[in-house]
């Protein structure tokens, strides 16, 4: 145990936290109220794109865990904050009753969404109501998961992209990105006992674990509906730039998390052999700066860390894991405290770099999804008072 390290790793977290709330728009009369910045320049601080339906869900969690771990005035508030946001993007008209629940990507006017990203709101909605008992959140991440199975998934395995028009859902593939979307249906069966919930995860992650994960931990990111042809490489780039494909081969989206957490739920071996595949894969390719990614890129993938280091610290705590993955937990640590940008009374202090909108990564940018990924990681190692994003029962 690294006590040092896990203070350090506490401090960092809630610098990152404070970034958040400093920055976060807060004007009551904006229907912007509630986001935080996306990709923002870290020497004058400009935000270039604000967060969408699904980061602004994760970072609503990660306020929550925060205030769990060590409360601070503004995390709670800013949880509440990026909720109302959440909200605002449910689709509740009844003359469509096709997208019923469904969340739209950045603003109620928008005609399209990813299923997945609406998702990630949905599932810090659920956070908010388990920490809060806000009856409201509980209610819309249940209608957003009543049409997720019943129409999000009517195929067996989830849209990539859903429409609020008459257009055609494209493109039609088969996501890796979807596997953990299996965490959200299995966490909101833990709350509801509703079985349709863990019957559409259970599903969902047999698909996810036989055609995208492979034998050897590596994954597979878009396959052909119907053919299941492997199309990493050869999608059109408007929907799947290389970048992002890269991204996603190390960026598990927790899908080894929910399979971590079907295993608690079902008792089956074969979910956590599963996480455990793609788990000792990380670990056995891990870079030597700490990160993750592929060797013949100049760096590490920034999103990639703080997912794989969530879920590693899950696995040791469930036993899933060994001991062998404790140096590569460490080493995941410190490469997160690396990336996080430091100065004191600047407005970007305690931001973490990432990819820029084209998925390079670049020193001079601060990503939100490599910050929030980086504090729920960073929290789950330091502090057992955690709650969300973690599996079990």
């Known amino acids: 145990m690294n006590d040092l390290l896990k203070q350090r790793a506490l401090d960092a977290a809630l610098a990152g936290l404070d970034y958040f709330v400093r920055n976060q728009l807060t004007d009551l009369h904006s229907a912007d109220c509630g986001r935080y910045p996306f990709i923002a320049d870290c020497r004058s601080g400009r935000a270039e794109s604000w967060t969408t339906s699904w980061l602004t869900g994760i970072i609503a969690s990660v306020m929550l865990n925060g205030h769990a771990a060590a409360p601070r005035r503004g995390y709670l508030e800013s949880a509440a904050r990026a909720v109302e946001y959440v909200k605002s993007l449910q689709n509740f008209v009844p003359g469509n009753p096709r997208t019923f629940g469904a969340l739209h990507e950045e603003t109620p006017q ?24 806000d009856a409201e959140a509980r209610f819309r991440a249940k209608a957003f998961a009543d049409w997720f199975v019943s129409v999000g998934m009517e195929k067996g395995y989830p849209y990539w992209t859903l429409r609020f028009d008459d257009a055609e859902w494209e493109p039609k593939w088969y996501g890796s990105f979807h596997a953990g979307s299996a965490y959200f249906l299995g966490r909101i069966y833990s709350a509801t006992g509703d079985g349709r919930y863990l019957d559409a995860a ?116 469930l036993g899933v894991l060994d001991e062998s993955f404790d140096p590569a937990i460490e080493k995941a640590a410190e490469y997160l405290l690396g990336q996080q940008f430091r100065r004191e009374g600047a407005k970007m202090d305690g931001a973490f770099h990432g990819m820029s909108g084209d998925y390079t990564v670049y020193a001079g940018s601060c990503n939100a999804r490599a910050a929030a990924y980086a504090i729920m990681s960073l929290l789950n190692y330091a502090s057992e008072r955690t709650a969300t994003y973690r599996a079990g029962r």
Request: hydrophobic fraction near 40%; proline fraction near 5%.
């Open 110 to 133: 928008d005609r399209w969404a990813h299923p997945r990203d609406g998702l990630s709101g949905a599932l810090g909605l659920l956070d908010y109501a388990e920490a809060t008992g």
């Open 202 to 317: 259970l599903a969902l992650l047999d698909f996810y674990n036989e055609r995208l994960l492979g034998p050897q931990g590596d994954i597979t990111v878009i396959r052909e509906h119907g053919t299941l042809e492997k199309l990493d490489g050869c999608a059109d780039p408007a929907w799947a730039p290389a970048g992002w494909i890269m991204m996603h081969r190390f960026n598990d989206d927790f899908g080894a998390l929910a399979n971590l957490h079907a295993a608690e739920l079902t008792g089956d071996d074969s979910y956590r052999l599963a996480a455990r595949r793609f788990l000792a894969r990380m670990r056995d390719t891990q870079r030597p700066d700490g990160g993750f990614g592929p060797a013949e890129w100049s760096q590490s993938i920034p999103n990639a860390a703080g997912c794989i280091l969530q879920e590693m610290v899950e696995g040791r705590r």
